[in-house]
């Protein structure tokens, strides 16, 4: 690693003068689960369809590997996923290391799942990943748009 250079999962990004944090959006522990068995139910019945079509008497073994599949996903990923955070503030959108989206950038809101795609004028993606109330985090963001 870069001297110098620190993993955070939280913004890091300075405050300018003035600004101001409005709201903080966290992922949810129940959501991130929720997700990943809805997921994981998705990838089993997928693994049992392709050996059923394949004619593999062992169709089982497609929910096993499914189930597999996306569960070490989630466990390995959890610590990091769930202490992503990114904050709101009057003039900017926050995100994880030095993440900066000007609210004057932002041309898209998309729900996607239990998270928010942020799209730039410029066309850079972002996402609010795991959030407990989609539609509320899409309000707050609109409204700190429409008020900068």
Known sequence: MEEGLVYSMVPTTPLLAGERVMHSFAPDRATYWRDHAWLAATAMALGMLALWLAGNPHVWTGAVGGLAAVAVRAFYVASDELQARWDLTDRRLLGPQTRAVPLAQVATLRGLGSAVQVVTRTGDKH?????PDRADTMARIR??????
């Open 143 to 148: 409204a700190a748009i429409a008020a900068a």
């Open 127 to 131: 996402l609010l990943k795991y959030q």
